[in-house]
């Protein structure tokens, strides 16, 4: 089988800094990749990871450890628009690199 | 960028009735399209992947016979609900797959059967 698991909420004020943890149990692991998404909305791509180490983007950087099945999602200089939640997906391996979604983090950003 | 669409953003049905979902690449040629659906603060969860000129390939415990997938162009799959029940009700939405292996997701489809 397989199972992603990463916090269900997260609370933070604005400036902070956040990371939001994904551990991860599959086979066929390509890369992880993580989202954002706002209430009623689709999710869009922040980042991902197909190699260990950290990848930059802007305020949001993500890690990855394959030989621990663990990634992460920092996010930095939180603002209010951050206030959405956040899903790490793990792409497996084959022909349709297929996306496979953990339960997601809600995450609320507090003046 | 890569653009997915999704038609209709919103939809009421009567119980027993069909409904269908249209998903179009606007910019790219989308070989590959996946559906999934989203119950009201959960996860994404993976439906089926869509191949154009091939028959989907639905995940364990999705019953292919209600969710009818068609991926008859490079640009379009449509998804079908069929005899829709109210616990049909959900967010379904659409992602595409352009050459360099990313996913494109579409702005979601919410369906309520009344």
């Known amino acids: 089988g397989q199972s992603l698991e990463q916090p269900s909420e997260v609370t933070a004020v604005e400036g902070a800094i956040v990371q939001i943890n994904c551990t991860y149990q599959t086979s066929g692991f390509y890369g992880l990749s993580w989202y954002q998404q706002h209430d009623g909305g689709a999710p869009t791509f922040l980042s991902y990871?197909?190699?260990?180490g950290l990848e930059e983007t802007g305020r949001f950087s993500s890690f990855l450890s394959r030989s621990d099945s663990y990634g992460y999602l920092l996010l930095q200089e939180l603002q209010m628009k951050d206030s959405a939640s956040y899903f790490c997906a793990v792409k497996k391996s084959g022909g349709y690199n297929k996306l496979i979604f953990g339960a997601g983090t809600r995450l609320a950003v507090h003046p | 960028g890569a653009v997915v669409s999704q038609h209709p953003s919103r939809v009421i049905c009567k119980s027993g009735t069909s409904v269908k979902i249209e998903c179009r690449s606007l910019d790219f040629q989308a070989t590959t399209m996946f559906w999934y659906r989203q119950f009201p603060k959960q996860s994404l969860m993976l439906m089926a992947t869509?191949?154009?000129?091939?028959?989907?390939?639905?995940e364990q415990g999705v019953e292919k016979d209600k969710f009818l997938i068609n991926h008859a162009s490079l640009t379009l799959s449509t998804l079908t609900v069929t005899s829709a029940h109210p616990e049909d009700s959900s967010f379904y939405i659409c992602?595409?797959?352009?050459?360099?292996?990313?996913?494109?997701f579409g702005p979601g489809t919410r369906l309520t059967v009344t």
């Open positions: 990871n197909a190699l260990d």
């Open positions: 992602s595409a797959k352009d050459q360099a292996y990313e996913q494109y």
């Open positions: 869509s191949n154009e000129g091939s028959k989907a390939t639905y």
